[in-house]
Every structure is written in C-alpha cells, then in structure tokens.
C-alpha cells in the first residue's frame, strides 16, 4: 500500500513563505559582493550568514510580521543574543528610512492580519518573483 500524500497545512505554506521572505530580505540589504550589514550593531556579514530580525517581533505583532520596514538583515548575535538589540535597531531604522518610520510602525504593529492559504500561496509567488527580478537566488 502506498501511502497518501501530505497535504500542506497554513502552518507549511506560513513556513515556506518566511523562508522566501527572509531570502528575499537578507539579499536586498546585501550589496554586489553579498555582503550586507546589521542593521542594529552594523557589523558585516554575508547574507547567508545573517538573520532577517523584527523590530516588533513575530510572534507579539503578527498583523506586520511581514512589513518589509520591520523586518531587516541582522547579525545573529543581536537577533538571537541580544533579543533584537532594540536600542541599535532603532537608530538603523531611523537611518534608513528616516524619522517617520517608527512612527509608521508603531500605527501598523496592532493591525490584525489572518492570511488565508491562498494569500500565503499568492505572498510566497510574489517573493520568489522578486528574487527572480533582482537576480537574487532561491537558495
């Protein structure tokens, strides 16, 4: 007897589309040579080897979980260690995309957000095509 086929769950495709979302993330921060920087501590490192770390965290704030301003290469130190190093997050932010993005942020974090199956299929289909356009790999 042949066993049937898993059928993917929202918690697969939720899986599948963090992985591209982090790639995608990760390899926009990187430059030419692959390397991007922490966006809390500044430290270099190539983009394989970073995190795509939340200024608002995941789990605390899924409504922007995916917000491209939210989420940003990081070493794994400060993601992992320093719990997001808040205080360096901050002033990568605000250098980045300017005074109002905490603002920004601060308004978007308690909006609900319940993805469907076929928005993730949908959001997982928009980052691979991303990574295609800018000639970044699925890897």
Not at 108 to 127: A, E, F, N, P
């Amino acid at each position: 007897m042949s066993k049937k086929p898993k059928i993917p769950t929202r918690k697969d495709y939720r899986k599948e589309l963090w992985r591209v979302f982090s790639l995608y993330i990760r390899q926009r921060d990187a430059d030419e040579d692959g390397i991007s920087y922490c966006i809390s501590c500044g430290k270099p490192g190539h983009w394989r080897s970073m995190d795509a770390g939340h200024f608002y965290s995941q789990g605390g704030y899924p409504g922007i979980w995916l917000h491209e301003k939210n989420v940003n290469c990081q070493c794994k130190h400060c993601n992992l260690f320093l719990e997001g190093n808040k205080q360096g997050y901050t002033k990568g932010l605000v250098a980045k995309y300017g005074e109002g993005v905490l603002e920004e942020l601060d308004m978007l974090k308690h909006r609900h957000q319940k993805l469907s199956i076929g928005d993730i299929k949908v959001l997982i289909s928009y980052y691979k095509g991303e990574l295609r356009k800018h000639d970044f790999r699925e890897q």
